[in-house]
Every structure is written in structure tokens, then in C-alpha cells.
């Protein structure tokens, strides 16, 4: 059963930069996409990024040009790199993890990810 563990939250003051991993356990993640995703209190679940295993990514407009996600096959680890922070990009930040041997492509659409697996999430809070 694939496991999923975030880390790497925290408090960051507006303009800086922070690191959140997502370590997979139980399964190799080569046939998964994996996709993060914030959810900030009293709003909805955002798509921020999502990897295929060819390396393909994409992201959401608010996100872009400052976030940069990243996976290491080697440590079955997904890396989510956020610079240039805002206080708008305050959440609970989760990964997940979707079976996809067939698509050459990723979503961000939240519902697309509903029944997958994902991990328990960690709090980015932005603010000075």
C-alpha cells in the first residue's frame, strides 16, 4: 500500500523560499504522477503542480514562474520548491500520488485526483 509523508512546512516571511518533500514508502512512484495541492482555510482544495514520471510538469497561474516541482526516482521523493512566497500561498500543502502508465500528461484539476493516495499535509504559512 502506497504511503505518502510531507515535510519541510513552515513560517516564511513574504519574499522568501522553502522546500516541501514528499517521501513515498510501499511502492515505487514510477508509474505515478504526483501532484501538489494547498488548501488554505475556508477555501477550496487548489491544484498547485503535478510531475509525470517523464518528467512532464505543470503548474497553476498563481504559482508559476516561482514554484518548482522536482521528483528523485533514486529516493521515491517528490520536491515542491517555492520561492518568491506570498501570503496568499498560506496552506496546508499535500501530495498525492496517481497511477498513470497510460497519459504522457498530468492535471491539476483537484477532482481528477479525489480517490487517489494522499499524504496528511503540511501547514506553509507566509507572513511577516
Known amino acids: 500500500q502506497l504511503q505518502l509523508v510531507e515535510s519541510g512546512g513552515g513560517l516564511v516571511q513574504p519574499g522568501g523560499s522553502l522546500r516541501v518533500s514528499c517521501a513515498a514508502s510501499?511502492?515505487?512512484?514510477?508509474?505515478?504522477?504526483i501532484g501538489w495541492f494547498r488548501q488554505a482555510p475556508g477555501k477550496e482544495r487548489e491544484g498547485v503542480s503535478c510531475?509525470?514520471?517523464?518528467?512532464?510538469?505543470k503548474y497553476g497561474d498563481s504559482v508559476k514562474g516561482r514554484f518548482t516541482i522536482s521528483r528523485d526516482s533514486a529516493k521515491n521523493m517528490v520536491y515542491l520548491e517555492m520561492n518568491s512566497l506570498k501570503p496568499e500561498d498560506t496552506g496546508v500543502y499535500y501530495c498525492?500520488?496517481?497511477?498513470?502508465?497510460?497519459?504522457?500528461?498530468?492535471?491539476?484539476?483537484?477532482?481528477?485526483?479525489?480517490?487517489?493516495?494522499w499524504g496528511q499535509g503540511t501547514q506553509v504559512t507566509v507572513s511577516s
Open positions: 498525492s500520488a496517481k497511477w498513470n502508465p497510460v497519459s504522457t500528461i498530468c492535471t491539476i484539476v483537484p477532482q481528477h485526483w479525489r480517490n487517489e493516495y
Open positions: 510531475i509525470h514520471s517523464n518528467m512532464y510538469s
Open positions: 510501499g511502492s515505487r512512484l514510477d508509474y505515478y504522477d
